[in-house]
């Protein structure tokens, strides 16, 4: 370990041109690309404030769907919360995923992984899921497609009847207002939208 690594607390366990995998006391191991947190961390903090509240609302739920499985941060906790349910997570980028693999503990045992593109994903699947969780930037960019109403009336149509989707944005001072207008476009879309801000995040819990 460095000097500077042994004083600050803080190690660094894996380093690329893109990623970087950190270790410390404060947030334990978590992955980083362009200086924001992927997965592990703040963003494991922020999905267990969240998802306490959803499995008060939904304590049984068989199948699960997540989109930006990412590190495997939310699926760790659905694993947790929803013990008996079967867990899909899908991520187009291969290398968070093994990266998550080998340092957050992502169980691809008890995880069906498919490494393909969200989008594609939703308009095709003719599978229903009782819990979706969308959690789809890219860097700290949400890609446009990730709101088109075609994308939002297919994760709709993908969910049981009483099920739930969990919409993960930012919510910092620069991001606010584009957040909170998507949450009114959900709004058109489903009967009830609660809204939940864990730190500098905002959950948008949507019910079928």
């Not at 922020?46 to 739920?61: C, G, M």
């Not at 993908?158 to 919409?167: A, N, P, R």
Request: proline share 1%; aromatic share 12%.
């Amino acid at each position: 370990m460095k000097v500077n690594e042994l004083l600050s607390g803080t190690r660094v366990l894996y380093q690329d041109k893109k990623w970087k995998v950190i270790k410390d006391f404060a947030w334990g191991t978590y992955i980083q690309s362009g200086g924001l947190t992927q997965s592990g961390g703040i963003v494991t903090k922020i999905w267990k404030e969240t998802l306490k509240k959803v499995i008060d609302i939904k304590p049984v739920a068989e199948n699960i769907l997540i989109l930006g499985l990412g590190g495997g941060s939310a699926a760790k906790l659905v694993s947790q919360y929803w013990v008996n349910s079967k867990i899909t997570g899908v991520d187009i980028n291969k290398k968070i995923v093994e990266l998550g693999k080998k340092y957050l503990k992502l169980d691809e045992n008890s995880i069906g992984i498919q490494i393909q593109d969200a989008y594609g994903f939703i308009l095709t699947t003719d599978k229903k899921y009782d819990l979706i969780l969308v959690d789809l930037y890219n860097g700290d960019k949400f890609p446009e497609e990730f709101e088109s109403e075609k994308f939002i009336k297919s994760v709709k149509s993908k969910l049981t009847k009483g099920g739930i989707v969990v919409f993960n944005r930012l919510y910092g001072a620069d991001r606010r207002t584009q957040s909170m207008k998507f949450g009114r476009v959900l709004e058109k879309y489903f009967k009830k939208v609660d809204y939940i801000i864990p730190m500098a995040n905002v959950d948008f819990v949507c019910y079928n």
